[in-house]
């Protein structure tokens, strides 16, 4: 991979996890979690790409609250290589920040953007559509990363394949917005449709003439950005800028929109890891199905994940398919399949202002 | 009531309460907590007595472990009231040493024995009772208080009614074991028959009259103790001796073959609060039928009893049923209809020597 030592990669780690809490807190959103292993998400992000980018050209994007628990999670990334969003405003405007920070390196390198909060677990097979998808994205293609489907899943977009390209590399034919469960059985039935996995690949100069071509007020802001950088006073013109930036997707501004769009099939165990339920199928479970993240008792008790503080015993009787999460000042307790509703609560304390958020 | 400066208490709290785990412990047991009120269950049960008995002639007897503890519950007792039992032997040797101690100051003094875990609804329905109780022993007889079934209860045993002797008084028919359903059925339907309390009412000298005819090891080891603190040496003598008594109830060992004894029917709001779903019928609920005695917040949750430290949240997401007890070093979730078996968490944590049963 001779060319390996020109690419960068953008961690999207911006992300306020609150259908983790009472693990996840707006101080501690989901991407600063040990969810499934010992690792933080995004401290597995960065380390399983470390073979492919160095933490010199690995940049992360972030609201300015986590910047400062970012960078100490990711004590060996330059500290500017974070990136402090003043406020969210959806992932074109995050990308297009980060890739303005690469062009002035080098615009023709190859960028691959990565959610900080996803589980990968194929670590190898994942390098390996990521070496993938840096190759097509070589002359100038936008590239995403599609995941072959293994149920009739309605919590994701999904990518309809055109043909290929190249061995492994697909034109898209088009986006398709969350199914309906009949849709997306018939999509599993089909065969070539992916779902949407908010990986991307290109280079700095092609991202950035899309943007320019497609969302040219993002692009502008990009511009005064750059120039207020290069007489050293980025901080304040993003400080000032940001919130007129386009608040959307790169999806909907951008990859919808443009036309040299190719897609990376991959099966590499990837999880987006959306709620507690997720955390539930991805951990270990005893022979009754049951998961626990800390000392734990079942008592005629059945597919439970419980998780609490280090020393605290969890004990469960005779109950079924519950998500059970103990923090020292706040307490979860939801069925399975219900563990989405947790936003509910989320919204509740907010309303109330409770710290306890 | 000109008898009533001679009256004394003996309040039963010698009790473990495993199924209240995880709030009550081997050294904090369900008469020290306060499961329904502000106040210990202990202290609710001295307290509720005051006007007719005072703190002098209050007599708690408790197990030797818990001896601290109970007198810094109840710092209005003189120390020497609480009596330290080496090791359970069961009521009729807890009751019988405490009537000698009573005895050592009048022979004839007329004594009420109480549990120290039950909860009480019409405190002025329940004295009016305890001052029937204590007329109806006056005679010599052995009285005990016999509740009015609400429910077909088959967690109590049952006391059957003879003829009446006295306004509110009756004599015993018989004392029938904790009945099937179906008996306990016929026992509600047919009148006659109330719950055993496990209330009593004697004068010193009859109950101990009554242990030398049915229970004479017993009467023995009880004139050891008296003659040892005539030497004041009882201590040693309790400790040496408590062991060999017999480790029988007061109602199979005397009660049921007892000569002159008499039952006073009561409706006073009574409940032995046997487990968290009895604790959950007590507390105050909201619309949606959940109770907390902590902070709490419920979503499309029904039926709940959520308890957990000062200053901790507890939030409940689409659940039903559930007793949920947390504690700083144990939690509990268990549906409120199975509350008894937290008995084998405690049996588990036991086997395995943890010290948080």
């Not at 400062?68 to 920040?97: I, K, S």
């Not at 943007?211 to 007489?231: C, K, N, S, V, Y």
Request: charged residues 25%; contains cysteine; glycine residues 10%.
């Amino acid at each position: 991979m001779p060319e390996a030592p020109l690419d960068w990669a953008v961690v999207m780690a911006g992300g306020i996890g609150s259908r983790f809490w009472p693990a996840s807190r707006r101080a501690r959103p989901k991407q600063l979690l040990p969810l499934a292993g010992e690792r933080s998400l995004l401290r597995s992000t960065v380390e399983r790409i470390r073979e492919l980018v160095p933490p010199e050209r690995t940049l992360v994007v972030t609201s300015a609250a986590l910047a400062e628990a970012t960078r100490a999670e990711l004590p060996e990334l330059p500290p500017a290589n974070v990136l402090a969003e003043p406020l969210g405003r959806n992932t074109a405007p995050c990308v297009g920040w980060a890739a303005a920070h690469v062009r002035r390196s080098d615009a023709s390198a190859r960028i691959m953007v990565l959610p900080a909060d996803h589980h990968i677990g194929d670590e190898a097979a994942y390098r390996e559509v990521l070496r993938r998808g840096l190759g097509a994205c070589e002359g100038g293609a936008l590239v995403t990363v599609g995941i072959e489907p293994t149920r009739p899943e309605t919590g994701y977009g999904y990518i309809e394949t055109g043909e290929a390209e190249a061995e492994g590399v697909h034109a898209v034919r088009r986006f398709v917005e969350k199914p309906n469960r009949r849709r997306a059985e018939q999509f599993l039935a089909a065969g070539g449709f992916l779902w949407n996995s908010g990986m991307f690949f290109f280079r700095a100069d092609a991202i950035l003439a899309a943007i320019e071509a497609h969302l040219p007020g993002l692009a502008t802001g990009l511009a005064a950005f750059d120039e207020a950088a290069a007489r050293g006073q980025e901080s304040a013109a993003v400080e000032g800028g940001y919130a007129d930036l386009p608040n959307v997707s790169l999806d909907h501004g951008i990859m919808e929109k443009a036309q040299d769009v190719r897609v990376v099939p991959g099966s590499f165990g990837w999880s987006d890891l959306g709620s507690w339920t997720t955390a539930w199928e991805l951990a270990d479970k005893d022979a009754e199905g049951n998961a626990s993240a800390s000392d734990a008792l079942f008592v005629d008790a059945h597919g439970n994940y419980a998780s609490a503080p280090a020393g605290k015993l969890v004990a469960l009787v005779g109950v079924e398919g519950l998500v059970i999460v103990d923090t020292p000042d706040a307490l979860l307790v939801v069925p399975r399949e219900r563990a989405q509703e947790v936003k509910a609560v989320v919204s509740a304390l907010a309303a109330q202002d409770d710290p306890r958020r």
